[in-house]
């Protein structure tokens, strides 16, 4: 399986969503909520691009440590394993963040979202640019040499 195009543009992708949140958040924050608006809107975007790319990243470490076989304990095991460890993070830098005076919540929140959905969009744009067949590689019948005949044909 060979998707690491498209993991990189994915990637790329997300952190150039991150950049857009960050400055459009910063300022929307800034005219709702001032300073503290401001920084939430940033935090929240660098907290939104750690996870995105902690997410491909760790995708394609789990396919270099299992030799591109997707099929395997390990690879599950190193997907799961980072979204667990995402999820501890999240949890705590929320528990951190919850009582800051810096921090407008409402902003935090809103700009958590557009990061999310923007990063569903980046990663579906970035599935649909791609050119990843469904399937392995195969031979079908007539495409190589070593194509086993038909039943009940000369092929």
Do not use: E
């Not at 975007?45 to 099929?71: K, N, W």
């Not at 990663?123 to 495409?143: F, S, T």
Request: aromatic share 8%.
């Amino acid at each position: 399986m060979k998707n690491a195009p498209v993991l990189t543009r994915a990637l790329v992708f997300g952190g150039m969503l991150a950049l857009a949140v960050a400055i459009v958040g910063s300022v929307i924050g800034y005219l709702v909520a001032g300073v503290p608006g401001l920084l939430s809107a940033l935090v929240g975007a660098v907290l939104a691009a750690v996870f995105m790319g902690l997410t491909t990243l760790s995708i394609l470490f789990a396919q270099r440590a299992t030799a591109g076989d997707p099929s395997t304990g390990r690879y599950f095991g190193i997907i799961v394993g980072v979204w667990a460890l995402k999820f501890l993070v999240f949890v705590g830098a929320l528990v951190l963040l919850r009582d800051q005076p810096w921090l407008n919540p409402l902003v935090f929140l809103l700009t958590l979202i557009a990061a999310v959905i923007g990063s569903l969009v980046v990663d579906a744009i970035a599935m649909l640019g791609a050119r990843v067949p469904y399937v392995g590689d195969i031979d079908l019948p007539g495409q190589s040499a070593s194509a086993q005949t038909l039943p009940g044909t000369d092929r």
